[in-house]
């Protein structure tokens, strides 16, 4: 392993977030800060409690799931297809380095941005909401799981894409909606029964589920199934990403 390499991908990523500090942290900070407001104020003054926590805290780990997996995306899917756009991909092709360094520095730094912004979301919670975490380990477990498998999947789709509007396709059309049908300002036994049955193939609701057992104790799923859930999307995303490298799709045709 270069660690040189990985490094110098991972600090020149970086770098870039925090030149562009505005959108790329304050930007999501205030979306889910109006969030709070909207729906903690004004449905939570409605809907008391969800299976026993107060629905302005019950909803903050779907809130934080949902920047994350949309931050980890982007970051991730416009690192890569950056250097496609300008050309520079190929001098990191033809650089003495593996795809696993390439993919650990450009996944290693969108899934820290998306960390980062994660864990100031939940500080941000705190001065609107009370919030206890039952378990912080498995918290934080859940929160970089996250951030790595769709930092993944946006490098993936920064490898796919051939403009900049497909870059926000699947983000916008895709992991917004399923978020949003996936337990995060609800729990699904809220649901009609076949309603829930359908709700359980979206993947999404395994990680919220699992992320909200960790603050509250409470999940709609097992919380192994949710770990073995998020585990599985790791593995395929990385096995397509080896793929991708070793037959050259996308990147050198």
């Known amino acids: 392993m270069n660690f040189n390499a990985v490094w110098t991908i991972y600090i020149f990523e970086m770098r870039r977030f925090f030149r562009t500090i505005t959108q790329s ?150 992991i917004t909606p399923l978020v949003f049908l996936g337990g995060s300002f609800y729990s699904i036994t809220m649901l009609p029964p076949v309603w829930q049955t359908i709700t359980l193939f979206n993947p999404v609701v395994y990680l919220i589920s699992g992320f909200r057992w960790s603050f509250f104790g409470e999940a709609d799923v097992a919380i192994g199934i949710s770990l073995f859930a998020i585990a599985c999307f790791t593995g395929i995303c990385l096995a397509i990403i080896w793929w991708i490298f070793r037959t050259g799709w996308r990147i050198r045709q």
């Open 25 to 174: 942290l304050i930007s999501p900070v205030l979306s889910t800060s109006l969030y709070f407001v909207v729906f903690g104020a004004a449905i939570g003054s409605r809907i008391q409690e969800v299976e026993g926590v107060s629905y302005g805290a019950f909803i903050v780990p779907g809130l934080i799931m949902l920047s994350v997996m949309t931050q980890a995306t982007s970051n991730a899917s416009f690192g890569i297809y950056f250097p496609k756009f300008i050309g520079t991909i190929y001098e990191l092709l033809s650089a003495p380095i593996s795809f696993l360094e390439v993919v650990a520095g450009y996944v290693g730094a969108a899934a820290t941005k998306a960390l980062f912004i994660g864990i100031i979301i939940l500080v941000t919670a705190f001065f609107f909401v009370d919030i206890q975490i039952k378990h912080p380990i498995m918290m934080m477990l859940f929160l970089v799981l996250t951030c790595v498998s769709f930092s993944l999947l946006g490098f993936i789709i920064g490898i796919w894409a051939d403009n900049f509007e497909k870059l926000q396709l699947i983000p916008l059309l895709v």
